[in-house]
């Protein structure tokens, strides 16, 4: 990747960006993302930029590792490829109102990935949230049972669900009684992306 000109770099990451946002990523089934990532190679603003500095045949490679793979935490507005996000989910802070209630604040010095956590202080508490969609909760629990073994803030993991999404009533419950298990306290919310 360090190859590849900045400017041109952050001009295809910005044209992917566009386009999956355009073609609702989320919404896409697996079979259509490998169509999408086959033509990416071929389009003049991606693979025909990417093909000046980098092979043909690394190209697929190169958007789905970085760009593809950052996609999620570019939509909560954190990591290295936030700012060109097109569309955004609710921040840490939307997300901590959401969650657990409008005078809870979240402290952006704290924020840390894999799974995506900070710190949000209540009137008279804090807590550490830990969010991430359902197919990450043995991330998410596995992360609030390390954060409880470290000490510190009480961990509070929060289920997001992109809207049009649905998680059944038996799946939100196996959740929490799992996380009950830990002893660690789990909530569900749903999350809508909006453009920026």
Same mark, same amino acid.
């Given at each position: 990747?360090?190859?590849?000109?900045?400017?041109?770099?952050?001009?295809?990451?910005?044209?992917?960006?566009? &386009?999956?946002?355009?073609?609702?990523?989320?919404?896409?089934?697996?079979?259509?993302?490998?169509?999408?990532?086959?033509?990416?190679?071929?389009? +003049?603003?991606?693979?025909?930029?990417?093909?000046?500095?980098?092979?043909?045949?690394?190209?697929?490679?190169?958007?789905?590792?970085?760009?593809?793979?950052?996609?999620?935490?570019?939509? /909560?507005?954190?990591? +290295?490829?936030?700012?060109?996000?097109?569309?955004?989910?609710?921040?840490?802070? &939307?997300?901590? /109102? &959401?969650?657990?209630? +409008?005078?809870?604040?979240?402290?952006?010095?704290?924020?840390?990935?894999?799974?995506?956590?900070?710190?949000?202080?209540?009137?008279?508490?804090?807590?550490?949230?830990?969010?991430? +969609?359902?197919?990450?909760?043995?991330?998410?629990?596995?992360?609030?049972?390390?954060?409880?073994?470290?000490?510190?803030?009480?961990?509070?993991?929060?289920?997001?669900?992109? &809207?049009?999404?649905?998680?059944? *009533?038996?799946?939100?419950?196996? /959740?929490?009684?799992?996380?009950? *298990?830990?002893?660690?306290?789990?909530? /569900?919310?749903?999350?809508?992306?909006?453009?920026?």
């Amino acid at each position: 990747m360090s190859d590849i000109d900045e400017e041109i770099r952050r001009e295809v990451i910005a044209e992917i960006y566009r &386009q999956v946002d355009d073609l609702d990523w989320d919404g896409m089934t697996l079979r259509a993302r490998a169509d999408w990532y086959v033509r990416c190679i071929d389009d +003049p603003l991606i693979g025909g930029k990417l093909m000046r500095f980098i092979e043909r045949d690394r190209v697929r490679v190169w958007v789905k590792d970085g760009p593809i793979k950052e996609l999620p935490r570019a939509r /909560h507005g954190i990591g +290295p490829y936030a700012q060109f996000a097109v569309s955004r989910y609710p921040g840490m802070e &939307q997300i901590a /109102h &959401q969650a657990i209630g +409008p005078d809870w604040l979240a402290d952006p010095e704290t924020v840390d990935v894999k799974p995506n956590r900070c710190l949000v202080r209540g009137p008279e508490t804090k807590a550490l949230m830990i969010w991430g +969609p359902a197919a990450k909760l043995a991330d998410l629990v596995w992360a609030a049972i390390n954060a409880r073994v470290d000490g510190g803030a009480e961990p509070l993991i929060v289920v997001t669900s992109p &809207q049009g999404t649905r998680l059944s *009533e038996g799946e939100k419950l196996r /959740h929490r009684l799992l996380a009950k *298990e830990a002893g660690i306290e789990l909530r /569900h919310i749903t999350l809508r992306l909006a453009r920026v």
